[in-house]
């Protein structure tokens, strides 16, 4: 049974990055990964998706063109790193797999089978 592990997460200020990791007890060869993340008193909302071999990428609107997902699979790791985060950015981020290869790639939290525990990401001054 695959199993994440996500870290990287911590406190950072308005205007500032992290880099986000998602490591895999085994190979992610056959899952795609995506991003979520959720707020407090919020649901879980979809963040970004890499398909199985990295050439399918979306994002969600609100951090389309800050935040770039990309995969290492000889590494077993997919990274989200967050450029130009804001307060709306905080939240505890969690990866999830997706054994389904889609024809169309989203943001479904259903899609997700085995999730990781999440890491802890505060924007704050």
């Known amino acids: 049974q695959l199993a994440l592990v996500e870290s990287g997460g911590g406190l950072v200020q308005p205007g500032g990055s992290l880099r986000l990791s998602c490591i895999a007890s085994s190979s992610l060869e056959r899952y795609a990964i995506g991003w979520f993340r959720q707020a407090p008193w919020k649901e879980r909302e979809g963040v970004a998706r890499i398909s199985r071999n990295g050439r399918g990428i979306i994002y969600a609107d609100s951090v389309d063109g800050r935040f770039t997902i990309s995969r290492d699979n000889a590494k077993k790791t997919v990274y989200l790193q967050m450029n130009n985060v804001n307060f709306d950015d905080t939240g505890v981020y969690y990866c999830?797999?997706?054994?389904?290869?889609?024809?169309?790639?989203?943001?479904?939290?259903?899609?997700?089978?085995?999730w990781g525990q999440g890491t802890q990401v505060t924007v704050s001054i």
């Open positions: 999830g797999a997706d054994p389904i290869a889609r024809l169309q790639s989203r943001l479904l939290i259903g899609d997700y089978d085995i």
